[in-house]
């Protein structure tokens, strides 16, 4: 299979977010949201990232890696693909449904602080505020009582290999329990 013509491949520059920037391809989008599968460092596709339009300075087809990362892909035999089933009408909207398809979610709130993420589901939420049952680096889960709003996630990534397989020894867990 060779990497798929249907999705425009690109850089992504967030100057005020980002010191590098993200590979990956342009898969979705509305006006307030931007959906990129990403390329991962090991020149694979691991999972998905949306970010806020506002946040982006520039998405680039033409750069630098473009030829490497083509390369890469379509000897791996691999093409990047859209989320299934998600809803990109408002940031709550686009978390539920990406965690109705993928179980898990990893939350970045990077204008209040760009050094933590939220892993994990939400298990309350209104209209402009969200709690989330956390999800530790050892596969544990842990319920969080901070509220969030929505209007602070810049960055909302789901599908990918690290998450997927925490949620999978979770769910494990829970099943011999």
Same mark, same amino acid.
Do not use: A, I, K, M
């Given at each position: 299979m060779l !990497? /798929? /013509?249907l999705f425009p491949m690109v850089e992504v520059f967030r100057d005020e977010l980002d010191e590098s920037p993200w590979f990956g391809f342009a898969v979705g989008g509305s006006d307030a949201l931007f959906v990129m599968h990403k390329v991962s460092?090991?020149?694979d596709l691991d999972g998905y990232a949306v970010f806020r339009r506002e946040d982006i300075s520039s998405i680039e %087809? /033409?750069?630098e890696r473009r030829d490497l990362i083509h390369r890469a892909l379509r000897i791996k035999k691999l093409s990047p693909s859209a989320p299934s089933s998600i809803d990109l009408s408002s940031m709550r909207s686009l978390m539920e449904s990406a965690q109705a398809g993928y179980g898990?979610? !990893?939350v970045s709130r990077e204008w209040l602080d760009s050094d %933590? !993420?939220?892993v994990g589901r939400v298990r309350i939420t209104s209209d402009d505020n969200y709690v989330l049952r956390w999800l530790s680096t050892n596969a544990e889960w842990n319920n969080d009582d901070r509220t969030f709003r929505y209007r602070d996630v810049t960055l909302v990534e789901f599908g990918a290999e690290y998450e997927q397989t925490l949620l999978q020894v979770a769910l494990d867990r829970e099943s011999e329990g």
């Open positions: !990497v /798929s /013509s460092d090991r020149y %087809e /033409s750069f898990v979610l !990893v %933590e !993420v939220e």
